[in-house]
């Protein structure tokens, strides 16, 4: 049962699991980051209900909390896609075209910007600059950089996954 005033939006399982990021540095914040990542995994988004628990747990001011999940892009307030595509749209990746990339994503997965798909398998959104110039407009899928956004490389996104 959570010791916490805040009702928790998580399993007994998960709310250990954030507990002992509290314990595992030798200051209670630092393990802030990966309780936060904790939740974007298992919630695929970081709702205020969530960060107040959070919050409340690390004994931080929920504005500290709340500053650190819309701070990161690898976090986010509305619910992704089980597979998270982000399009550069930093000014390199624009001019190399981003903006054709972004209405290709739009109309192959079926969905705006920031939305999951129906069956919640992908979502989109465009990402500040990745670092990937060379590789213009650049496609990250799950955090991993796959190279250069084509309308090829953006219709193997709804390919199915293949597990060895």
Not at 47 to 67: D, I, K
Not at 94 to 99: P, T
Not at 130 to 148: H, I, M, N, S, T
């Amino acid at each position: 049962m959570s010791k916490t005033a805040v009702k928790s939006p998580f399993t007994p399982e998960q709310e250990r699991t954030l507990a002992a990021w509290t314990k595992k540095y030798p200051y209670v914040n630092m393990g802030l980051i990966e309780a936060l990542r904790s939740v974007q995994d298992w919630h695929r988004m970081i709702s205020p209900e969530a960060a107040a628990y959070v919050a409340e747990l690390f004994a931080l001011p929920f504005n500290r909390v709340w500053g650190v999940a819309t701070f990161f892009p690898a976090f986010t307030r509305w619910k992704t896609g089980k597979k998270r595509v982000g399009l550069c749209h930093g000014l390199t990746c624009h001019l190399a075209g981003s903006d054709k990339m972004k209405k290709c994503l739009e109309k192959t997965l079926g969905v705006p910007k920031k939305t999951a798909t129906a069956d919640g398998k992908l979502s989109w959104e465009p990402m500040e600059c990745l670092g990937a110039c060379e590789q213009a407009p650049a496609l990250l899928v799950d955090e991993r950089l796959v190279g250069k956004a084509t309308e090829e490389s953006i219709s193997k996104l709804l390919a199915p996954t293949v597990k060895p």
